[in-house]
C-alpha cells in the first residue's frame, strides 16, 4: 500500500451510511421524505407530499386487515381450516406493517433520527496510525451488500403474489379475502387489483426495513469494532509515534508484535493493511515534552472513547428495538408455523403457483429471524474481544509502566453487550433455533385438529 495518508482519508472520506435503508424506509412512509427544516415553498409541498403518502399507506395497509378479520368472522364456522388459517397469515402480516410504520414513524422518530445522526456524524474512519490499520469501507460495504440482498429478497418475495392472478386469468385477487361488494366489476376489479399491490409493497418495505436497519446498525458496529481492535493492538505503535521514536525503535517494537499480525480472523469484517516503513515514519509527530507515558496515555484515551462511542450505540439500538424485537418473537414463530401448514394443505388445481409463493414467504419469515438473532450475536462476541485485541500488543515491554492501565481496561472489557427481546431473551442463535422448534411444535399440534376436524 503506497498511498498517502491524504489519499486514504479521500477514499473513505464522511458519507451518508443509511442511504439505501433510508430508502427503503420512506417507501414504507417510515422515515420523512425531508427533515429540513426551512420554511420555503419546496419544503412545505415536500412536507405535504409526505403527510399524504403516509395517510394512504396507512389507508391501505389498515382496510386490508380489517378485511382480513371479517372474512375470519364471517367464515370461522364453515370449516375451512386452510382458508381461516391463510386470513389470520394475512392479518398477522398487516398488523406488524402497520404497527412498525407507527412505532418507527410516531413513536420513536425521536430515537431514530438521533441514533441515524450519531453515527453518521462520529464513526471513526480508520483505525489509529500504527503498524497496521483498518478503515470504514469493508464493513460499509458489508452492509451494503446484505442490505440490498435482503430487501431485493422482501420485494421479490411478496410482489410474486401479485403475478398469480395474471398468470391464471381469471381476475382473483393476490389475496383472497372478502368485500361487501363484487370487486369483479369493470374499474372496481383495478382499483381493488391496485390497492392490493400497494398494500404487498408496504408489508415488503415495512418488513425489510424494520429488521433491515437492525442489521445495518450491527454490521457498522462490528465495522466501529474492528477499528477499535486494531487501534488497541497498535497502541504502543502509535504511542511511539507520538513520542517521537526512531526507525531502530520501531522495527524492534514491531519485531515484537510480528507474532500477533500474523493471527488469522482478527476482524469480522475489515481487511488488515500493512504501513509501510517509509510511510510510518511520516506519521511520527515528535515531541521533546512527550515520554512513553504520556504518549501512551494519549493513544489509549483514543481507544477508551472509541469504545464509549461503540457502547453507546449498543444501548441506543437495544433502547429502540428491544421493545418490538419481544413481540416479533411471537410472530414470526406463528408466521413460520401458519405459512408451513398452508403450504402443506395447498391441494388446489394451482397449488404449485401457491406453494411457490407461499414457500417464498416462509423462506423470508426464517431469513428475517436469521437476521435478528445472527447479527445480535455477532455484536455479542465482538463485545467480548476488546481484551483479546489488547493482548495482541507486545505489552511485556513496557509491563511495569502499563499494568495497572491494562487490568483496569480488561476488568471493564469484560462486561460483554447482549441485544434482547424486550430484557427477557437474548437475541442470538440459540434463541434462532428454539424459536423454529417452537414453531414446528405448534405445527404438528396445528395438523392434528385439522386432522380431527
Not at 427477557?424 to 440459540?430: C, F, K, M, W
Amino acid at each position: 500500500m503506497k498511498q498517502s495518508d491524504e489519499n486514504i482519508v479521500k477514499q473513505i472520506e464522511r458519507r451518508d451510511l443509511f442511504g439505501f435503508i433510508l430508502l427503503t424506509m420512506r417507501v414504507a412512509a417510515m422515515y420523512p421524505l425531508s427533515l429540513r427544516k426551512e420554511n420555503n415553498c419546496l419544503n412545505y409541498l415536500i412536507r405535504i407530499a409526505d403527510g399524504i403518502y403516509e395517510i394512504f399507506t396507512l389507508f391501505v395497509s389498515v382496510h386490508i386487515a380489517a378485511l382480513f378479520i371479517g372474512t375470519i368472522y364471517i367464515y370461522y364456522g364453515q370449516g375451512d381450516l386452510e382458508f381461516l388459517v391463510n386470513c389470520l397469515l394475512q392479518t398477522i402480516i398487516y398488523t406488524w406493517t402497520i404497527a412498525m410504520k407507527l412505532y418507527f414513524r410516531r413513536v420513536r422518530p425521536k430515537l431514530l433520527t438521533q441514533i441515524i445522526s450519531f453515527i453518521n456524524d462520529k464513526h471513526q474512519l480508520r483505525s489509529a496510525p500504527g503498524f497496521t490499520y483498518v478503515t470504514v469501507r469493508s464493513a460499509l460495504r458489508q452492509s451494503n451488500l446484505w442490505i440490498k440482498s435482503y430487501v431485493y429478497c422482501c420485494f421479490v418475495g411478496t410482489i410474486f403474489w401479485l403475478a398469480l392472478p395474471i398468470v391464471y386469468r381469471d381476475r382473483s385477487l393476490p389475496l383472497s379475502c372478502w368485500y361487501p361488494f363484487d370487486y369483479k366489476q369493470p374499474y372496481v376489479y383495478q382499483l381493488v387489483f391496485f390497492l392490493q399491490a400497494m398494500g404487498q409493497i408496504q408489508v415488503a418495505a415495512a418488513f425489510s426495513a424494520s429488521s433491515g436497519f437492525h442489521m445495518v446498525l450491527s454490521i457498522l458496529t462490528c465495522g466501529q469494532y474492528d477499528i477499535l481492535f486494531c487501534s488497541l493492538k497498535n497502541v504502543l505503535a502509535t504511542s511511539y509515534l507520538k513520542m517521537g521514536a526512531n526507525l531502530e525503535q520501531l522495527s524492534k517494537l514491531r519485531e515484537a508484535q510480528s507474532v500477533a499480525d500474523a493471527e488469522p480472523d482478527q476482524y469480522s469484517y475489515s481487511l488488515e493493511i500493512l504501513t509501510p516503513p517509509e510511510q510510518l515514519i511520516e506519521q511520527r509527530k515528535p515531541s521533546n515534552n512527550m515520554g512513553f507515558y504520556g504518549a501512551f496515555k494519549q493513544s489509549f484515551t483514543h481507544c477508551l472513547q472509541q469504545h464509549r462511542y461503540i457502547i453507546s450505540i449498543l444501548q441506543k439500538m437495544e433502547s429502540f428495538y428491544n421493545p418490538i424485537w419481544l413481540f416479533k418473537i411471537g410472530e414470526v414463530t406463528f408466521l413460520m408455523c401458519l405459512v408451513a401448514f398452508v403450504s402443506t394443505k395447498s391441494t388446489t388445481a394451482n397449488s404449485f403457483m401457491r406453494m411457490v409463493s407461499l414457500g417464498q414467504y416462509l423462506l423470508l419469515v426464517v431469513y428475517e429471524l436469521f437476521i435478528i438473532c445472527y447479527f445480535a450475536d455477532i455484536v455479542y462476541q465482538n463485545s467480548q474481544r476488546c481484551g483479546e485485541a489488547l493482548w495482541r500488543s507486545p505489552w511485556h515491554l513496557h509491563m511495569h509502566q502499563l499494568r495497572r492501565d491494562y487490568i483496569i481496561f480488561m476488568i471493564n472489557s469484560r462486561r460483554e453487550f447482549r441485544l434482547t427481546a424486550g430484557k427477557i431473551y437474548n437475541l442470538n442463535v440459540d434463541r434462532l433455533r428454539g424459536t423454529i422448534t417452537t414453531a414446528f411444535s405448534f405445527l404438528t399440534l396445528l395438523q392434528k385438529l385439522d386432522a380431527r376436524g
